[in-house]
């Protein structure tokens, strides 16, 4: 499989007046088309930091970031937008939606970029993708009008809206009953099984339970790297 994301001596730090934090240190990471990582470790140990780099919503400080072969470093604000946009969903702890916009409004955002659709096709797009987590019934209503698992399922229709190569999901159901998470974590393995890429931190041991490999992260560098099981081909 090709390698999709490839993190060489990565490190991150945060600068104050005050304090240097150094939130990662000498990462080293490949992440395959196809896989499904799970990323773990203790409160502050660097997990968001990293997958907010991944996700192309912060920049490294050093070392190199290449996604599918091209150097992040090398690309422009708008071309990072692009590629965030087209490649990359992204499902926060917190659902993140836009409260004063629609469900189907929402789920369209990520489709604002792409020039190349018109805007029919981007409509078709969100609601086939809000369909797919059964919230198309939704689609007038606002964020405030649902619950905590309707609204996470709308973050995740968002997510998948432009088809991306990979999911990152930091900590997706953090704030759900077990019967969403339960929702949520289906959700996300059809994705995998439909060919999606997906990097997530949880503590959720049915998330984790489901990884094919998990990352441990410590004090900002990765300290485990393991094979759960050989993926069903
Ligand atoms: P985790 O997600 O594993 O709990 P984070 O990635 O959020 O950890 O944080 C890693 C470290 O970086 C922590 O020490 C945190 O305080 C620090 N940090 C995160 N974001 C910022 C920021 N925007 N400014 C300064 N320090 C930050
Ligand atoms: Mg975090």
């Known amino acids: 499989m090709n390698t999709l994301i490839k993190l060489t001596n990565l490190k991150k730090v945060f600068a104050t007046d ?30 968001s930091t990293l997958l907010s780099i991944l996700g192309l919503l912060d920049t490294c400080s050093g070392g190199s ?7 992040v470093a090398g690309l422009d604000h708008k071309q990072r937008a692009y590629i965030r946009n087209k490649e990359i969903g992204f499902v926060f702890q917190s659902f993140n939606l836009i409260s004063d916009l629609t469900v189907e409004e929402n789920v369209t955002l990520p489709l604002t970029y792409r020039k190349d659709l018109s805007k029919a096709e981007r409509k078709q797009m969100a609601l086939a993708a809000l369909e797919k987590v059964d919230m198309s019934h939704r689609a007038k209503h606002y964020p405030a009008q649902l619950s905590g698992g309707q609204q996470q399922r709308v973050a995740v229709a968002r997510a998948i809206v432009g088809n991306p190569s990979i999911i ?66």
């Open 18 to 47: 005050e304090v240097e934090t150094h939130a990662l240190s000498e990462i080293n990471l490949d992440i395959k088309q196809g896989e499904y990582v799970s990323i773990s470790g203790p409160s502050g140990c660097g997990k």
């Open 168 to 233: 990152l999901a930091d900590e997706p159901t953090g704030n759900l009953d077990s019967k969403n998470a339960e929702l949520v974590m289906a959700l996300l393995d059809k994705l995998h099984a439909e060919g999606t890429t997906i990097c997530m931190v949880t503590h959720d041991p049915r998330g984790a339970k489901r990884a094919e490999r998990i990352v441990e992260v410590f004090d900002g560098r990765i300290v485990g790297d393991t094979e759960t099981h050989v993926a069903v081909a």
């Open 65 to 71: 970031f290449e996604l599918n072969g091209h150097q």
